[in-house]
Protein backbone atom coordinates (compact mmCIF):
# COMPACT_ATOMS: atom_id res chain seq x y z
CA UNK A 1 0.00 0.00 0.00
CA UNK A 2 2.98 2.27 0.88
CA UNK A 3 4.66 2.07 -2.88
CA UNK A 4 0.95 2.90 -4.37
CA UNK A 5 0.46 5.69 -1.97
CA UNK A 6 3.95 7.05 -3.43
CA UNK A 7 3.39 6.26 -6.70
CA UNK A 8 -0.56 7.94 -7.27
CA UNK A 9 -0.86 6.45 -10.51
CA UNK A 10 1.21 3.61 -12.83
CA UNK A 11 1.59 5.83 -15.73
CA UNK A 12 3.48 8.64 -13.82
CA UNK A 13 7.01 6.91 -14.67
CA UNK A 14 7.43 6.18 -18.72
CA UNK A 15 9.47 3.72 -17.52
CA UNK A 16 9.69 1.55 -14.41
CA UNK A 17 13.63 1.69 -13.93
CA UNK A 18 12.45 5.31 -12.77
CA UNK A 19 11.11 3.93 -9.93
CA UNK A 20 14.71 3.03 -7.73
CA UNK A 21 15.59 6.88 -8.33
CA UNK A 22 12.46 8.37 -7.69
CA UNK A 23 12.41 6.80 -4.30
CA UNK A 24 15.85 7.41 -3.24
CA UNK A 25 17.15 3.97 -4.08
CA UNK A 26 19.99 4.35 -5.92
CA UNK A 27 23.53 6.16 -5.49
CA UNK A 28 23.98 9.53 -5.82
CA UNK A 29 26.63 10.26 -8.79
CA UNK A 30 29.63 13.10 -8.03
CA UNK A 31 31.23 13.97 -11.63
CA UNK A 32 33.20 16.99 -12.61
CA UNK A 33 35.40 17.32 -14.97
CA UNK A 34 37.56 13.93 -15.85
CA UNK A 35 35.85 12.89 -12.08
CA UNK A 36 33.29 9.72 -12.13
CA UNK A 37 32.36 8.35 -9.00
CA UNK A 38 29.02 7.17 -7.14
CA UNK A 39 27.99 7.97 -3.40
CA UNK A 40 25.54 6.70 -1.08
CA UNK A 41 22.41 6.45 -1.84
CA UNK A 42 20.16 9.64 -2.06
CA UNK A 43 17.67 9.03 0.31
CA UNK A 44 15.00 11.15 -1.72
CA UNK A 45 11.77 10.62 -2.05
CA UNK A 46 9.33 8.99 0.11
CA UNK A 47 10.81 7.84 3.48
CA UNK A 48 8.03 5.24 4.59
CA UNK A 49 7.98 3.52 1.30
CA UNK A 50 11.85 3.38 1.12
CA UNK A 51 11.84 1.68 4.80
CA UNK A 52 8.99 -0.36 3.87
CA UNK A 53 10.76 -1.67 0.28
CA UNK A 54 14.56 -2.10 2.88
CA UNK A 55 12.03 -4.46 5.31
CA UNK A 56 10.50 -6.70 2.63
CA UNK A 57 14.06 -6.95 0.60
CA UNK A 58 15.43 -8.08 4.42
CA UNK A 59 12.71 -10.42 4.51
CA UNK A 60 13.30 -12.46 0.57
CA UNK A 61 17.59 -11.79 1.89
CA UNK A 62 17.41 -13.23 5.25
CA UNK A 63 14.26 -15.35 5.60
CA UNK A 64 13.07 -18.22 2.74
CA UNK A 65 10.57 -15.95 1.46
CA UNK A 66 9.47 -14.91 -2.11
CA UNK A 67 11.70 -16.55 -5.06
CA UNK A 68 14.88 -18.35 -4.52
CA UNK A 69 16.37 -16.07 -7.61
CA UNK A 70 15.55 -12.96 -5.71
CA UNK A 71 17.57 -14.01 -3.14
CA UNK A 72 20.46 -15.76 -5.26
CA UNK A 73 21.28 -12.93 -6.74
CA UNK A 74 20.93 -10.25 -3.34
CA UNK A 75 23.56 -13.02 -2.34
CA UNK A 76 25.83 -13.14 -5.06
CA UNK A 77 25.52 -9.00 -4.41
CA UNK A 78 26.13 -9.45 -0.73
CA UNK A 79 29.60 -11.26 -1.32
CA UNK A 80 31.16 -8.53 -3.57
CA UNK A 81 29.82 -5.29 -1.93
CA UNK A 82 27.96 -6.26 1.49
CA UNK A 83 24.94 -7.06 2.89
CA UNK A 84 23.42 -3.60 3.47
CA UNK A 85 24.07 -2.97 -0.27
CA UNK A 86 23.00 -6.17 -1.20
CA UNK A 87 19.68 -5.32 0.66
CA UNK A 88 19.16 -1.82 -0.90
CA UNK A 89 19.67 -3.27 -4.30
CA UNK A 90 17.16 -6.20 -4.12
CA UNK A 91 14.39 -3.47 -2.55
CA UNK A 92 15.48 -1.20 -5.39
CA UNK A 93 14.62 -4.44 -7.75
CA UNK A 94 11.27 -5.16 -5.69
CA UNK A 95 10.43 -1.64 -6.33
CA UNK A 96 10.78 -1.90 -10.23
CA UNK A 97 9.58 -5.28 -10.10
CA UNK A 98 6.22 -3.62 -8.49
CA UNK A 99 6.43 -0.99 -10.84
CA UNK A 100 6.08 -2.70 -14.07
CA UNK A 101 3.41 -5.76 -12.43
CA UNK A 102 1.29 -2.84 -11.58
CA UNK A 103 1.25 -0.86 -15.11
CA UNK A 104 0.94 -3.83 -17.10
CA UNK A 105 -1.81 -5.50 -14.22
CA UNK A 106 0.35 -9.03 -14.22
CA UNK A 107 0.56 -11.22 -10.92
CA UNK A 108 4.60 -11.71 -9.99
CA UNK A 109 5.16 -15.27 -11.53
CA UNK A 110 9.27 -16.21 -11.31
CA UNK A 111 10.67 -18.06 -14.09
CA UNK A 112 12.34 -21.01 -12.77
CA UNK A 113 15.88 -21.43 -14.68
CA UNK A 114 16.91 -25.04 -14.98
Not at 38 to 53: A, E, P, Y
Not at 74 to 79: D, M, P, S, Y
Amino acid sequence: MAVVAAFDDASRFRRSSSVGAYLGLTPRRYESGEISRNGRVSKRGDGFTRKCLFEAANAIFCRNLGGPRLRDWAKAIAERTGPRKAKVALARKVAVTLHAMWRTNTPFREVVMA
